[in-house]
């Protein structure tokens, strides 16, 4: 059982590049998210999706997009990539609105650096 | 500012010692609380949650105690181990979404 996944595990980016987060789970989750680390603090929210065809912003939105074509997959897009994006990128997923009983599973995260 | 926050950044404990992580929230109309543990590369393992109508939850080794009164929580790991070396966060559940606190280092000592 894969859980969430994410691809690529590290990247390094210049300044004005874009790229696309992978974020995949098998689960049959309806919540997925997108969370940034940066060093020393906790997690913030980018975005988040109830289902399929439906995305919505979170804390820390600027710079980044979102889609959810399908259950499964819920990719991040930056654009014009910036050295503040330099960060951890965790993807999660839940069954229902994260809450009891409905635990958000994390992926293992991918490290973007932008120079 | 910050609705979710611990009270130390780092805790050192002797192997087989009890620990004890503490976090305040601000937001009084969170129903749902969430400890997760990161260790170093990886992303956050669940280790125990608790609904705001509770007061303690106990897991295996593990408690989450809950106050309302001074909106605190704390988790509370029995005979702690190496390999609970890690970053703890508490997180609180803004309708669907979670918020985390800073987190806090715990470090054992052989």
């Known amino acids: 059982n894969a859980g969430v996944t994410q691809t690529p595990k590290f990247r390094i980016l210049k300044i004005g590049q874009s790229m696309t987060l992978q974020c995949a789970q098998d689960?049959?989750?309806?919540?997925m998210y997108w969370y940034r680390q940066d060093p020393g603090m906790g997690l913030k929210l980018i975005y988040y999706?109830?289902?399929?065809?439906?995305?919505d912003k979170g804390e820390v939105p600027n710079g980044y997009n979102v889609s959810r074509s399908t259950t499964e997959d819920f990719p991040l897009r930056l654009e014009l990539a910036a050295p503040s994006q330099t960060s951890v990128y965790f993807c999660?997923?839940?069954?229902?609105?994260?809450?009891?009983?409905?635990?958000?599973?994390f992926g293992e995260g991918s490290w973007l650096t932008v120079v | 500012g910050e609705s979710v926050g611990l009270h130390l950044p780092t805790l050192s404990v002797q192997e087989g010692d009890n620990s004890i992580i503490n976090c305040a929230y601000s937001n009084s109309a969170s129903d749902y609380f969430i400890w997760y543990k990161q260790e170093s590369g990886k992303g956050p393992q669940f280790i125990i949650d608790i609904r705001s109508n509770m007061d303690k939850r106990q897991g295996q080794r593990v408690t989450v105690l809950l106050n309302k009164t001074v909106k605190h929580l704390s988790l509370q790991i029995a005979a702690t181990q190496p390999g609970d070396s890690a970053v703890y966060f508490c997180?609180?559940?803004?309708?669907?979404?979670?918020?985390f606190g800073a987190g806090t280092r715990l470090t054992v000592k052989p």
């Open positions: 689960m049959n989750h309806n919540y």
């Open positions: 997180a609180e559940n803004i309708g669907p979404r979670l918020r």
């Open positions: 999706s109830v289902g399929a065809g439906i995305t």
């Open positions: 999660a997923s839940s069954y229902g609105q994260g809450s009891y009983g409905n635990t958000i599973y």
